[in-house]
């Protein structure tokens, strides 16, 4: 493999080793539920008023549990991506590596945390994160289920995806 064609690798995993590396981050203490509610709490108060501390520990959760939903869906792509331009472009292929890429990650993010005090490893989070990554990889295969937009795409010579 020529030096040019490993930069080029390289820069294509770039973007996902920093998606996995702020999930890293992210596992930290600093991020637990406790740390993050206080800013949170002032960040919603100073912006809709008041709120009544029951509603704000739902608020909270549903906000934490939508962060893990999105992050690994955005992990997914990034892996995605990653692999398209360096490994392959079979659909399938790159639909179950990102997918399984993305469940290993959670799967050691969860480890990770079951060893840090003030957060929790959890199996349902994992689960979470994996259907965060489905979803993200069923939107990018829609445009493959489009029959017009295939023959489209087809007949122009350009990549689906």
Same mark, same amino acid.
């Not at 008041?50 to 509603?55: A, G, L, R, T, V």
């Given at each position: ?14 973007? +996902? &080793? @920093? /998606? ?15 740390? =993050? %509610?206080? !800013? ?5 108060? +100073? &912006? @809709? /008023? ?15 549990? =939508? %962060?893990? !939903? ?92």
């Amino acid at each position: 493999m020529g030096e040019k064609r490993l930069g080029y690798i390289i820069r294509q995993w770039i973007p +996902a &080793a @920093f /998606g996995v590396g702020g999930i890293a981050l992210e596992s930290t203490d600093l991020f637990s539920s406790q740390h =993050t %509610g206080g !800013f949170l709490y002032a960040l919603l108060t +100073a &912006a @809709f /008023g008041e709120i009544d501390p029951n509603h704000f520990e739902l608020i909270h959760h549903l906000l934490r549990k =939508t %962060g893990h !939903f999105a992050g690994y869906g955005i992990l997914s792509f990034l892996f995605f991506r990653a692999l398209r331009n360096t490994v392959t472009s079979n659909q399938m292929y790159l639909w179950f590596s990102s997918v399984a890429l993305t469940a290993l990650v959670a799967a050691a993010d969860e480890w990770h945390q079951s060893f840090i005090p003030s957060r929790t490893g959890s199996v349902r989070d994992v689960l979470l994160d994996t259907t965060g990554a489905v979803v993200m990889q069923l939107v990018l295969l829609l445009p493959l289920l489009l029959p017009h937009r295939r023959s489209a795409d087809a007949s122009s010579g350009r990549p689906m995806l």
